[in-house]
């Protein structure tokens, strides 16, 4: 069974830094794009950032660039979040997300995601 | 990347069929056919439900449908049942590895 489970997550303060976590069992870690996608209170969701499976490639929606920095280690089955020069508006639910192995573009498993609230 | 365009609330009785529309941009969904669809109970992650446009994920119900007509994407939920009530969301390959998400619509069973 697919298991992602994130961590990390918690109260910091405007201009300050967090590490967000996930965890992955269940499958063959290492042939699979990972996304950050994250969701404000209330609000939709919105894709963050993405790594590739030998971590060579990372992209990130604008908002983010220069300030959040995706990153995986295949012997851990882990893929990480470093979130720095927070801002309120950063303030979601954090899900990390498996892509499927096959080429299509699509998010196949999420995980329950982790709070991240960024007081101003 | 501007969000996908999605009406905030469908509502239908049981039984009935409804449809959630998705509007992007030539950049986007008019693109690619690359569109994918997630329901989303409250307090819960995610889950695919739809993805290339019109394709099913093994153990989701053939209920569920979708569909792509320049840039607009459509998911219509036929027989429409209780446990269908949930929040949904398209999904957008935007190009060079991104993606664009659509702003929600929450369908509630009368």
């Known amino acids: 069974e697919v298991q992602l489970v994130e961590s990390g997550g918690g109260l910091v303060q405007s201009g300050g830094s967090l590490r967000l976590s996930c965890a992955a069992s269940g499958f063959t870690f290492n042939r699979h794009w990972m996304s950050w996608v994250r969701q404000a209170p209330g609000k939709g969701l919105e894709w963050v950032a993405n790594?590739?499976?030998?971590?060579?490639?990372?992209y990130y929606v604008d908002s983010v660039k220069g300030r959040f920095a995706i990153s995986r280690d295949n012997a851990k089955n882990s893929v990480s979040l470093q979130m720095n020069s927070l801002r309120a508006e950063d303030t979601a639910v954090y899900y990390c997300?498996?892509?499927?192995?096959?080429?299509?573009?699509?998010?196949?498993?999420w995980g329950q995601g982790t709070l991240v609230t960024v007081s101003s | 990347q501007s969000a996908l365009t999605q009406p905030a609330s469908v509502s239908g009785s049981p039984g009935q069929s409804i449809t959630i529309s998705c509007t992007g941009t030539?950049?986007?969904?008019?693109?690619?056919?690359?569109v994918s669809w997630y329901q989303q109970y409250p307090g819960k992650g995610p889950k695919l439900m739809i993805y290339?446009?019109?394709k099913r994920p093994s153990g989701v119900s053939n209920r569920l449908s979708g569909s792509k007509s320049g840039n607009t994407a459509s998911l219509t939920i036929s027989g429409l049942q209780a446990e269908d009530e949930a929040d949904y969301y398209c999904c957008s390959y935007a190009g060079s590895s991104t993606y664009v998400f659509g702003t929600g619509t929450k369908v509630t069973v009368l």
């Open positions: 790594i590739r499976l030998d971590g060579k490639e990372k």
């Open positions: 290339e446009g019109t």
């Open positions: 030539s950049s986007d969904v008019g693109s690619y056919n690359l």
């Open positions: 997300a498996r892509h499927d192995d096959s080429g299509t573009f699509m998010f196949e498993n």
